[in-house]
């Protein structure tokens, strides 16, 4: 079974451009999320779609992130314009169950895609 | 918003201790606790989740939770250098919330 896809691994901009991470779930996974990793902290939820919709998008910094989930399969986070404080590991993950209290927690991470803003 | 505590460590304990680490969150309402490891450079991994009070064995890895005091732990018994990593605390529900994750060095 392929796990998530992410691209690109790498990205190198200078302040104020913009940059698009892609991210493909594994197949027939309802649940995305992308969160935000900080070098030395841990994971911040930016978004969480189930299917089409957004279940979650409270901490996404609207004025300059956007994230989309075509069709309920892939899903493309967007930041424009970009920010010295945007350098990060930013992480796709999918479940294949709803979020719920009783959710197994089994969250499938891509590699993640390493963005660095000069 | 709810919140995840660790401590950032770091945590060093000698190859075959065992590793004690320890979370706290802020939403007394919340009903599954989940630690995963994350290797420099990696991805984080789930290695156990929690639901009820008390302690869940998983090979050499125990998880401890104690819903009155809002704390959820994890020991590692017989720590290898492998066991070197960060160890991120989640709090699950409607979504995920990661601790800030405690660093473990194992030293042989």
């Known amino acids: 079974e392929a796990g998530v896809a992410q691209s690109p691994r790498y990205k190198i901009i200078e302040k104020r451009q913009s940059v698009a991470f892609w991210c493909n779930p594994i197949?027939?996974?309802?649940?995305l999320y992308w969160y935000q990793q900080i070098l030395g902290q841990g994971p911040k939820l930016l978004i969480q779609?189930?299917?089409?919709?957004?279940?979650?998008d409270s901490q996404l910094p609207k004025d300059r992130f956007s994230a989309e989930r075509l069709k309920g399969v892939d899903s493309t986070l967007k930041i424009q314009p970009a920010k010295l404080e945007d350098s990060a590991v930013y992480l796709c993950?999918?479940?294949?169950?709803?979020?719920?209290?009783?959710?197994?927690?089994?969250?499938?991470f891509g590699e993640g895609s390493r963005l660095t803003v000069l | 918003q709810k919140e995840v505590e660790q401590n950032s460590g770091p945590l060093s304990v000698p190859e075959g201790a065992i590793a004690s680490l320890n979370c706290t969150y802020s939403?007394?309402?919340?009903?599954?606790f989940f630690w995963y490891r994350q290797y420099s450079g990696k991805s984080p991994e789930l290695i156990m989740f929690?639901?009820?009070?008390g302690d869940k064995e998983d090979g050499r890895f125990t998880a401890q939770l104690n819903k009155a005091s809002q704390y959820v732990s994890l020991l590692i018994r017989d720590s290898q250098p492998s066991d070197s990593a960060t160890y991120l605390c989640?709090?699950?529900?409607?979504?995920?919330?990661f601790g800030p994750g405690t660093r473990l060095s194992v030293l042989p």
């Open positions: 989640a709090v699950g529900g409607q979504n995920f919330v």
């Open positions: 929690i639901y009820s009070n």
């Open positions: 993950a999918s479940s294949p169950l709803a979020g719920g209290p009783r959710n197994t927690g089994e969250l499938f």
């Open positions: 197949s027939g996974h309802a649940t």
């Open positions: 779609f189930q299917n089409n919709g957004v279940v979650d």
């Open positions: 939403d007394r309402g919340s009903q599954s």
